[in-house]
């Protein structure tokens, strides 16, 4: 059975999360006059709806998809295993990070330190790679995800969290939350949610929400968007989102009443509004990481996602909450 912590300040935020899939159970923030607000969508570990959607669980090696689930470098290729919907592989596999027992290794009221080793040739990526999550409540009303991870051959990384965040404290609509993201550009997918060209510019079709709307506002408007029936899509992020000197995003409550704003160190960021739920829509998911597919694109404008041998793959992830 997989244990479970929970991280907790006085008057301010809690958070619980089960050592398998280091996955957030609960998390619940103070309002003023008393009121404790659940922000996410809970579950239990036990769940296999929650797993298939991914609900609060810690996501790896690869999050987002890589096309026909096969990667390529220096002229090799490696075959990965394909999740859920052949061919293509999403959030690292059948049996990713989501569904590892990790072990805690540092427990506080504050902080908790989880581990895991990937063995080489799991899920068909090369090299064995170990990671480190820490989870942290820096302050009242702040969670912090910090993730290191080193190879032992050249492998893409992209670990995040796949919380569901819905700021009414029920399980409503969030198409109207209001969301502000911090991007020019969104990539452009096809019908199986992979991308079929560059990064686009936002202006002018549904996804530009850098001044900040309802998320249902232009929830069908854009003609050249081959997926109409909702969000689930890359944004590339503004440069200085990377440096932590602006929000990538933040979610504003339907009510008006809680505010979200999250800062990340890394590059892309996939806004998902939960269409596939019971019920539908009713939470987003808001997942730092790269682009999809990027393992096949260097070209792309962003660093590369390949981790070396002798580096240290380092992000840092900051959930704010603003009552």
């Keep these: 059975m997989s244990r479970s912590h929970r991280l907790h300040r006085a008057g301010g935020i809690a958070l619980t999360i089960a050592e398998r899939g280091?996955?957030?159970?609960?998390?619940?923030?103070?309002?003023?006059?008393?009121?404790?607000?659940?922000?996410?969508?809970?579950?239990?570990?036990?769940d296999p709806?929650?797993?298939?959607?991914?609900?609060?669980?810690?996501?790896?090696?690869?999050?987002?998809?890589?096309?026909?689930?096969?990667?390529?470098?220096?002229?090799?290729?490696?075959?990965?295993?394909?999740?859920p919907v052949p061919p293509?592989?999403?959030?690292?596999?059948?049996?990713?990070?989501?569904?590892?027992?990790?072990?805690?290794?540092?427990?506080?009221?504050?902080?908790?330190?989880?581990?895991?080793?990937?063995?080489d040739g799991d899920q068909?990526?090369?090299?064995?790679?170990?990671?480190?999550?820490?989870?942290?409540?820096p302050d009242a009303m702040t969670i912090e995800m910090a993730v290191t991870a080193t190879v032992t051959a050249p492998c893409p990384v992209a670990i995040t969290n796949h919380a569901y965040f819905n700021l009414d404290g029920d399980a409503r609509d969030i198409r109207g939350h209001r969301l502000r993201v911090a991007a020019d550009h969104y990539m452009p997918v096809d019908a199986e949610l992979i991308p079929f060209g560059p990064p686009r510019p936002v202006p002018g079709t549904s996804f530009d929400f850098r001044a900040g709307k309802a998320v249902q506002d232009d929830w069908l408007g854009d003609a050249q968007q081959a997926v109409a029936a909702g969000y689930d899509h890359a944004f590339l992020l503004d440069p200085a989102c990377a440096r932590l000197m602006q929000p990538a995003a933040a979610v504003t409550a339907s009510s008006g009443d809680l505010r979200l704003s999250l800062f990340t160190t890394l590059p892309?960021?996939?806004?998902?509004?939960?269409?596939?739920?019971?019920?539908?829509?009713?939470?987003?998911?808001?997942?730092?990481?790269?682009?999809?597919?990027?393992?096949?694109?260097?070209?792309?404008?962003?660093?590369?996602?390949?981790?070396l041998p002798g580096q240290v793959w380092r992000h840092l992830?900051?959930?704010t909450f603003e009552a």
């Design 22 to 46: 280091a996955t957030w159970l609960d998390c619940e923030v103070p309002l003023p006059g008393g009121e404790r607000r659940r922000v996410v969508l809970p579950r239990t570990i036990d």
């Design 49 to 83: 709806a929650a797993d298939r959607m991914y609900l609060g669980a810690t996501v790896g090696r690869y999050a987002n998809r890589i096309a026909n689930a096969r990667i390529g470098r220096d002229g090799r290729t490696w075959p990965l295993a394909p999740h």
């Design 88 to 119: 293509h592989q999403l959030h690292g596999g059948p049996d990713g990070f989501h569904a590892r027992a990790w072990q805690g290794t540092r427990v506080g009221d504050h902080e908790l330190q989880l581990e895991l080793v990937s063995p």
């Design 124 to 137: 068909g990526f090369p090299g064995e790679l170990r990671v480190q999550v820490i989870y942290r409540l």
């Design 268 to 307: 892309a960021l996939q806004l998902y509004t939960g269409q596939q739920l019971e019920p539908a829509c009713a939470g987003l998911a808001l997942e730092p990481g790269y682009l999809p597919d990027s393992p096949n694109h260097p070209e792309w404008p962003q660093p590369s996602c390949w981790l």
């Design 317 to 319: 992830t900051r959930y």
